[in-house]
């Protein structure tokens, strides 16, 4: 069983900045590909970015606009999603995830993000 707890989410203007985390525990973190999803209001779920083991990256650039980085350190079992110029379209519930083989199988409860314009 794997447990995520994310934070770091909160209510921000347009142009600003948040740092969202994600604690994992209960299995060997450094092995797992994590990633972080949001829904916004009204729409479907949506992947952000993704984070392997050895700290390849994959983003959804249609979406995020090379505005997001993902990184992660496997010492603290914790991955980061760094959000900049943040836009009021950004707003949505953000989930950390971590897979089980090739699947998203473990969420966290997730944490808003509102951008106010």
């Known amino acids: 069983q794997v447990q995520l707890v994310e934070s770091g989410g909160g209510l921000v203007q347009t142009g600003g900045s948040l740092r969202l985390s994600c604690a994992a525990s209960?299995?060997?973190?450094?092995?797992?590909?994590m990633g972080w999803f949001r829904r916004a209001p009204g729409k479907e779920r949506e992947f952000v970015a993704s984070i392997q083991g050895n700290g390849g990256t994959a983003e959804n650039t249609a979406a995020t606009k090379d505005r997001f980085t993902i990184s992660r350190d496997n010492a603290k079992n914790t991955v980061y999603l760094q959000m900049n110029s943040l836009l009021p379209e950004d707003t949505a519930i953000y989930y950390c995830?971590?897979?089980?083989?090739?699947?998203?199988?473990?969420w966290g409860q997730g944490t808003q993000v509102t951008v106010s314009s």
């Open positions: 209960g299995r060997t973190f450094s092995d797992t590909t």
């Open positions: 995830a971590a897979t089980s083989a090739t699947t998203w199988r473990y």
